[in-house]
C-alpha cells in the first residue's frame, strides 16, 4: 500500500472531517509499477519535474498538468477521442488510486491481471494524450495565423515588416472600425503567440479564457472578412493620397461555348509587380508584332480564363 507522507493540510482534514479518510490495500504489481514509471517519464519530458513514484503524487502532477492548460484546451472537441477521454478523466480526478489503477484501464479496454504489455500500452496512450495537450493550444494558434496571412495574401517566405507597412496604409482608411482595430495590431504585429491571441480576441469578441470551438470558428470567417477587406481598402489608398499597395484587375469572357461568361477579378501588390512586367515581356515577345491584335488579345483572355478556371472563387456571371 502506498501512503504519502502526511502534511499539515492532510492532517487538520482528518482532523476536521474523519468521515473523508479512506484506505485502500494497494498490491504493489508490474503493472502498478510499469504504469507510474511511464506516466512519470511523460510528466518530466513535458513539465521538466518528474513527480515521486506513487499514486498520489503522479495523479496530483497529473491534474496540475490538466489545470495549468488553457480554458479552451479543457473545451475542445478537436483533441483525438483518446486524448479527450483522458482529459476529462484528469479535470475530474478525486481519487489517484481510482484514476491509475481502475478509470484509465477500464475506459481503454485494458485488464491489468490479463493483457501483457499492458502497462507499456496504457502509458503510451497517456504520454500521447499528455503531449497533444500540451501542444493543441499553440497549434491552434499557429494555424490560426497561418490562415489569416493566407488571406492577408501574405507569401509563406517574405517577413512581416511589408505587412506593418501595408497595415500602416489601411488603418483610418476606411471608416471601419474593425479593420482600423485589425490595421493597428498589424502594424506591430511580430509573430508573437501573445500577438495572433489579442487578434484572434478581436474577432472572437472574448477574451481567450472563453473560448469555445465555435468562438474561434466563428473568429476565422470574421477574420477571413476582415482580411479581404483589407486587402480592397489597400487598391483604394490613393483616395487619401496614400500610395495603393495593390492593383485590383478583371478580365471579361463571354464564350458561345461556355455555360456562362466569366470574370475573374484579382489583385497583385506592388512588390509583384517587376515580376508582373517580366512576365509581360515575355509575352508580348512570344506575340511578336505579326499576331493580329484581336487574336493576340483573344488568346491572353483565354489563357486568363484557363487561369481562372483553376480557382474556385472565380465569379460566374449568370
Given at each position: 500500500?502506498?501512503?504519502?507522507?502526511?502534511?499539515?493540510?492532510?492532517?487538520?482534514?482528518?482532523?476536521?472531517?474523519?468521515d473523508?479518510?479512506?484506505?485502500?490495500?494497494?498490491?504493489?504489481?508490474?503493472?502498478?509499477?510499469?504504469?507510474?514509471?511511464?506516466?512519470?517519464?511523460?510528466?518530466?519530458?513535458?513539465?521538466?519535474?518528474?513527480?515521486?513514484?506513487?499514486?498520489?503524487?503522479?495523479?496530483?502532477?497529473?491534474f496540475?498538468?490538466a489545470?495549468?492548460?488553457?480554458?479552451?484546451?479543457?473545451?475542445?472537441?478537436?483533441?483525438?477521442?483518446?486524448?479527450?477521454?483522458?482529459?476529462?478523466?484528469?479535470?475530474n480526478?478525486?481519487?489517484?488510486?481510482?484514476?491509475?489503477?481502475?478509470?484509465?484501464?477500464?475506459?481503454?479496454?485494458?485488464?491489468?491481471?490479463?493483457?501483457?504489455?499492458?502497462?507499456?500500452?496504457?502509458?503510451?496512450?497517456?504520454?500521447a494524450?499528455?503531449?497533444?495537450?500540451s501542444?493543441?493550444?499553440?497549434?491552434?494558434?499557429?494555424?490560426?495565423?497561418?490562415?489569416?496571412?493566407?488571406?492577408?495574401?501574405?507569401?509563406?517566405?517574405?517577413?512581416?515588416?511589408?505587412?506593418?507597412?501595408?497595415?500602416?496604409?489601411?488603418?483610418?482608411l476606411?471608416?471601419?472600425?474593425?479593420?482600423?482595430?485589425?490595421?493597428?495590431?498589424?502594424?506591430?504585429?511580430?509573430?508573437?503567440?501573445?500577438?495572433?491571441?489579442?487578434?484572434?480576441?478581436?474577432?472572437?469578441?472574448?477574451?481567450?479564457?472563453?473560448?469555445?470551438?465555435?468562438?474561434?470558428?466563428?473568429?476565422?470567417?470574421?477574420?477571413?472578412?476582415?482580411a479581404?477587406?483589407?486587402?480592397?481598402?489597400?487598391?483604394?489608398?490613393?483616395?487619401?493620397?496614400?500610395?495603393?499597395?495593390?492593383?485590383?484587375?478583371?478580365?471579361?469572357?463571354?464564350?458561345?461555348?461556355?455555360?456562362?461568361?466569366?470574370?475573374p477579378?484579382?489583385?497583385?501588390?506592388?512588390s509583384?509587380?517587376?515580376?508582373?512586367?517580366?512576365l509581360?515581356?515575355?509575352?508580348?515577345?512570344?506575340?511578336?508584332?505579326?499576331?493580329?491584335?484581336?487574336?493576340?488579345?483573344?488568346?491572353?483572355?483565354?489563357?486568363?480564363?484557363?487561369?481562372?478556371?483553376?480557382?474556385?472563387?472565380?465569379?460566374?456571371?449568370?
Amino acid at each position: 500500500m502506498l501512503l504519502p507522507a502526511p502534511n499539515s493540510l492532510m492532517v487538520d482534514r482528518m482532523l476536521q472531517e474523519p468521515d473523508s479518510l479512506r484506505m485502500r490495500w494497494v498490491e504493489i504489481s508490474t503493472f502498478h509499477s510499469g504504469l507510474l514509471s511511464g506516466i512519470a517519464g511523460a510528466l518530466e519530458a513535458i513539465t521538466g519535474g518528474r513527480p515521486a513514484m506513487n499514486d498520489l503524487d503522479v495523479a496530483r502532477a497529473l491534474f496540475a498538468f490538466a489545470k495549468s492548460l488553457p480554458n479552451w484546451v479543457a473545451r475542445t472537441r478537436t483533441l483525438s477521442a483518446d486524448t479527450i477521454k483522458i482529459r476529462d478523466l484528469l479535470i475530474n480526478i478525486n481519487d489517484a488510486t481510482g484514476f491509475l489503477l481502475d478509470d484509465l484501464p477500464a475506459t481503454f479496454g485494458i485488464d491489468p491481471a490479463q493483457s501483457q504489455g499492458a502497462a507499456a500500452r496504457l502509458a503510451e496512450i497517456v504520454s500521447a494524450a499528455l503531449a497533444e495537450m500540451s501542444a493543441a493550444y499553440q497549434r491552434m494558434l499557429v494555424g490560426c495565423e497561418a490562415m489569416l496571412l493566407k488571406e492577408l495574401r501574405v507569401p509563406t517566405d517574405e517577413d512581416l515588416t511589408r505587412l506593418r507597412s501595408r497595415a500602416g496604409t489601411v488603418f483610418n482608411l476606411t471608416g471601419n472600425f474593425r479593420l482600423d482595430a485589425l490595421a493597428s495590431r498589424l502594424q506591430a504585429y511580430t509573430g508573437t503567440p501573445e500577438e495572433i491571441e489579442g487578434i484572434l480576441a478581436l474577432a472572437a469578441n472574448k477574451p481567450p479564457r472563453d473560448w469555445t470551438d465555435r468562438d474561434l470558428d466563428n473568429a476565422g470567417i470574421e477574420l477571413a472578412a476582415l482580411a479581404q477587406a483589407f486587402v480592397k481598402a489597400e487598391g483604394m489608398a490613393h483616395i487619401k493620397g496614400r500610395p495603393d499597395r495593390r492593383t485590383a484587375m478583371a478580365i471579361y469572357v463571354s464564350d458561345p461555348e461556355r455555360p456562362s461568361p466569366i470574370a475573374p477579378e484579382f489583385d497583385v501588390a506592388d512588390s509583384q509587380r517587376p515580376e508582373v512586367e517580366r512576365l509581360k515581356a515575355d509575352i508580348l515577345a512570344l506575340l511578336g508584332e505579326d499576331v493580329p491584335r484581336d487574336i493576340a488579345l483573344a488568346a491572353i483572355a483565354e489563357a486568363a480564363a484557363t487561369l481562372a478556371g483553376r480557382d474556385e472563387t472565380t465569379e460566374v456571371l449568370a
